[in-house]
Nanobody, 124 residues
Framework: QVQLVESGGGSVQAGGSLRLSCAAS????????MGWFRQAPGKERERVAV????????YYTDSVKGRFTISQDNAKNTVYLQMNSLKPEDTAMYYC?????????????????WGQGTQVTVAS
């Protein structure tokens, strides 16, 4: 089993920054994908960014490119999401997700492990 613990959410003004953290514990050695999804009220859960644990490959959804950066620590057990130039439309519950699969896909159903979520609110 893998446990994911998130932190770093909060409320900021438009244009501000936040850094989310997700610490993985348990049977983490088999994980390949770690990343972030978000879900706003009335919307589907959306893949925001993922990082391949064993390499440098990353993915960002178009709406956050140039503003968000995903990274991991040296042990590859903590993943970060640096969010800059935040917009009101970024307001959502952000979830850390992880999976063992070779492909880090867009569907939430492809990720076996999930954090509890951390709320990000961007005031207009």
């Amino acid at each position: 089993q893998v446990q994911l613990v998130e932190s770093g959410g909060g409320s900021v003004q438009a244009g501000g920054s936040l850094r989310l953290s997700c610490a993985a514990s348990g049977t983490t050695n088999k994980l390949n994908c770690m990343g972030w999804f978000r879900q706003a009220p009335g919307k589907e859960r959306e893949r925001v960014a993922v990082i391949y644990r064993g390499g440098l490959s990353t993915y960002y959804t178009d709406s956050v490119k140039g503003r968000f950066t995903i990274s991991q620590d040296n042990a590859k057990n903590t993943v970060y999401l640096q969010m800059n130039s935040l917009k009101p439309e970024d307001t959502a519950m952000y979830y850390c997700a992880a999976d063992w699969g070779l492909i880090c896909g867009a569907r939430s159903s492809e990720y076996r492990y999930w954090g509890q979520g951390t709320q990000v609110t961007v005031a207009s």
